[in-house]
């Protein structure tokens, strides 16, 4: 199956919607370390190998999550020092020890994190998929036709949680039956080469893996999820800075455009 293109340069686009605000595209930082005080320079992590919200391509970090925050900080009394780059799962310990001082990983906000770091208002909403591999004759409908089946996720995901909750602890599989990912592309090339039966994820990358590989979504499953920006706690002025940016990129449609651009559906 051919692959989609996706990619142009996001500085050329972000100049087109407008957004400005110093960015330099290294992986060298000048964090906040947790001071709370408005302005300065921020270093973001996330986690490549979730379409279309991070990837490389060309060796170029790009996506959605990678656009919106760079325009939203260019809205604000930030600057974006640069990217650094970690497994989703090492995410949250890079943040709270001060590696970076904003998470951009399409991060679901939920309770457990709560209880750890702060989150922006939210900036886009999911629910869970569940892949098979167009080769295969296997065409599940639900979760109870995934019993007994090999399955696969990435490592600290909502993806994972749900296959914890409603497939092993409901003893519809075993743990030796679940399969868990450092990223969600090593998991879609189990999944072709038929190493697995299905693969649980969010539906927007899950959207991108069945444009561009030979998969497709088997069936939803609902959560009702939502991404926000993680921060460290205490980072009030920082939090409020990119609710103020993210409102603005609504209010001017700059959003949209960047949703438009990586082929989302922009979030209400």
Known sequence: ?????????????????GASG????????????????????????????????????????VGFDIDLLEAVIGQVDYELAGWSEFEFSSLIPALQNDKIDVIAAAMTINEERD????????????????LVADESDFSPGSMD????????????????????TQLIETGKISQQQYNSYDNYVLSI?????GNIDAVVLD?????????????????????????????????????????????????TGQYGEIASKWGLVADS
């Open 189 to 193: 090339e189990d999944l072709e080469n």
């Open 115 to 130: 209880e750890t770091i702060d989150f922006s208002n939210p900036y886009y909403s999911a629910n869970q998929a569940i």
């Open 145 to 164: 036709d995934l019993s007994g089946r090999t399955l696969g996720a990435q490592k600290g995901t909502t993806g994972e949680e749900v296959v914890r």
């Open 1 to 17: 199956m051919a692959r989609k293109e996706l990619s142009m340069d996001r500085r050329a686009y972000l100049r087109t919607v």
């Open 22 to 61: 110093a960015v330099v595209l290294t992986s060298t930082a000048g964090c906040l370390g947790g001071n709370g005080g408005g302005g300065g320079e921020l270093t973001a992590g996330t986690a490549p190998g979730f379409p279309p919200f991070e990837m490389k391509e060309g060796g170029e970090l």
């Open 203 to 251: 539906t927007p990358t899950a959207n991108t893996f069945a444009e561009e590989r030979d998969v497709s979504i088997a069936f939803t499953y609902e959560t009702g999820e939502q991404y926000g920006f993680g921060i460290r706690d205490g980072e009030d002025a920082l939090q409020s800075a990119l609710n103020t940016g993210l409102q603005s990129l609504r209010d």
